[in-house]
């Protein structure tokens, strides 16, 4: 069985199988343009097309995994689950075990399910944990060292999936995984240059250093990077699920690695974790309907505010790249922000008044208190957040097929890999996934959050997370999936790219390339990637009051695109590395 299923996942055979492979010479002949050609920023974005089923992920190596994974019977969980491993393997950055996230899923029966894999505080952090004797936080101490790391649910995670709705079989799903770890993959200039980069991340911890660094220097384009210890815990995942990992000796190793290194986390946190199947968070814009993460994502909440402003401020789609649609959308995402920081946490733990904040009344009083002619300065509006400084890593990965079944999975280590220590003997990099609590609340995070007593440290709780999977129906017919990284401005990276393509009707190509514009209520001003802002635009903003700050790319989309006749575009943010694949056969499911 594993050798006919490692058979089937082969690229030659999947080739055979007839997945087409929107990578190497095809995929360059499938860089779409933008519909003017210059209008964005980072180039065009990669797509492929098939009738039948797609992936869209980070890595060409791991949606190809997918797409072979569908066709060999697979359904979209099981594609999703065996990507999902494959980027542990061939997307360090962001791509993990031991990390967390969030799964949106829609049945071919039309039934939507969402699943929270967040990782949670171990039990020992508590609320000053973060905090030197001045009360503020350390530096460092939640991005860097052992107390960074919260307890992972990526594993469990992708187990609950798959033992609810898959249906190849599990240890197929990592074989593919633990092959391209053991046998090893080429680094590609993406991923050398992103190691690099992260060099005084990695440079406390010999085990990251032994495998990224060899010889004291960078891993090189073209070199294979082999990965025996995580071959090894990708096995024992193979052969015994998730357990192998939450529970016995590499629970042990990675509990015994995190505590030398100054953390709390034990092994019984890692046995006791567990991930929980939730109400997705859906609502109506217009003919849409949207499927997204509920608490402990932020992400349903800032889309369905910033939405119901815009129907109550009259924005349309012929706003789309407008001055006046651009100070709209940046009001309103002002104002959602502003509210998302104050009152928003885990859920399961404190309350949170989602009724009230999105209640008809409330948002026609925020969308009154937009001005169509004038920017409201931030300090008039309650809430807050500072500046920050982004690396922009988590990864997302869609997955569709032409019944009407997708999968939209976002899941992180937090920052680009993740606080850079490889538990040694056991392969995996660890999360620093407690910077997303707000670790000393009134002070900036990682992404610039400052957030309140909410979403304060709390053993067992689930950080307030920007995550923010999509599934979008438009009149009941599966229409988009999509999701993105970049912390903070993942919402509003999400809100484009779904305005552009969704009600706007733009291609799905040009959609996922086109420039982006964030406002997070504080800092006050609105982001701008470099060369993404017409000059008559950027006047006209600065006229009505609005700053304007130049940044890098914003975001990281792969999306998918479901025509009402069912043919599935799926396209590749010029932002990443990632690729489609399309499957050509989709078979029907074993049962
Ligand atoms: O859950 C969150 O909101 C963050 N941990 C996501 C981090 C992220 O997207 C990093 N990329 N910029």
Redesign the pocket.
């Known amino acids: 069985m594993k050798g006919l299923v490692r058979a089937l996942l082969s690229r030659s055979i999947a080739i055979a199988a007839g997945i087409t492979l929107a990578t190497g010479a095809a995929g360059a002949a499938d860089r779409a343009e933008g519909a003017d050609g210059k209008s964005a920023p980072f180039g065009p974005a990669l797509t492929a097309v098939s009738s039948r089923g797609m992936v869209v992920a980070a890595t060409p190596q791991a949606a190809e995994v997918g797409a072979a994974v569908l066709a060999a019977g697979g359904n979209a969980v099981d594609a999703a689950v065996a990507t999902a491993f494959a980027l542990a393997v061939t997307y360090p950055e962001?791509g993990n075990l031991a990390g967390g996230g969030f799964l949106v899923l829609r049945r071919r029966d039309g039934e939507v399910l969402a699943l929270d894999f967040r990782e949670t505080g171990p039990a020992a952090i508590r609320k000053g944990s973060f905090l030197g004797p001045d009360g503020k936080a350390v530096e460092g101490a939640s991005t860097r060292m052992g107390l960074a790391v919260a307890t992972p649910g990526t594993v469990r995670g992708l187990e609950a999936a798959h033992q609810r709705l898959g249906k190849l079989s599990w240890r197929s799903l990592v074989a593919e995984a633990a092959r391209m770890a053991r046998e090893g993959f080429p680094v590609t200039a993406r991923l050398a240059k992103d190691l690099a980069s992260q060099q005084g991340l990695f440079a406390p911890h010999p085990e990251s250093l032994r495998i990224f660094f060899p010889g004291g220097r960078p891993i090189v384009e073209g070199a294979t990077l082999v990965q025996p210890d995580l071959a090894a815990t990708l096995d024992a995942i193979a052969e015994r699920g998730a357990d192998a990992f939450h529970d016995g000796p590499i629970a042990l190793k990675i509990a015994a690695f995190v505590r030398s290194e100054g953390g709390v986390l034990t092994a019984e946190d890692l046995r006791t974790y567990r991930p929980v199947w939730r109400k997705p968070f859906s609502f109506e814009f217009g003919r849409w309907r949207l499927h997204t993460m509920p608490l402990p994502s932020s992400g349903g909440f800032l889309l369905a505010s910033i939405l119901g402003q815009l129907t109550r401020v009259g924005w349309t789609p012929a706003m789309l790249e407008t001055p006046e649609g651009a100070h709209l959308v940046a009001e309103a995402e002002r104002r959602a922000y502003a509210e998302r920081n104050r009152w928003l946490g885990d859920g399961d733990v404190v309350d949170v008044p989602l009724a009230r904040l999105l209640a008809p009344g409330h948002l026609g009083a925020l969308a009154r208190s937009i001005d169509r002619a004038k920017a409201t300065p931030s300090a008039r509006i309650d809430g807050g957040m500072g500046n920050g400084t982004?690396?922009?890593?988590?990864t997302h990965l869609s997955v569709a097929t032409v019944d009407g079944e997708a999968v939209s999975l976002t899941y992180?280590l937090?920052?680009a890999f993740g606080n850079g220590s490889v538990v040694p003997g056991v392969g995996v990099l660890l999360n620093n996934?407690m910077d997303?609590f707000a670790v000393a609340p009134g002070q900036p995070n990682l992404?610039g959050l400052v957030q309140g007593e909410q979403n304060a440290v709390r053993p067992g709780a689930r950080?307030l997370?920007?995550?923010t999977p999509l599934i979008a129906l438009e009149e009941g017919t599966l229409r988009l999936v999509l999701g993105s990284?970049?912390?903070?401005t993942?919402p509003t990276t999400v809100l484009q790219v779904f305005l552009r393509a969704g009600p706007g009707r733009r291609p799905l190509a040009e959609a996922v390339a086109g420039p982006r514009l964030h406002h997070q209520h504080l800092p006050d001003l609105i982001q701008y990637e470099k060369d993404g802002l017409p000059p008559e635009t950027a006047r006209r903003l600065r006229s009505m009051g609005h700053v304007l700050e130049s940044c890098g790319p914003i975001g990281m989309v792969h999306a998918i695109e479901r025509a009402p006749n069912g043919l599935l575009t799926g396209a590749a943010d010029p932002r990443g590395p990632g690729a489609p694949a399309a499957s050509a056969v989709v078979r029907p499911a074993p049962h």
């Open positions: 962001a982004e690396r922009p890593q988590t992180t937090n920052g996934e997303d992404f950080p997370s920007s995550m990284p970049g912390g903070s993942i």
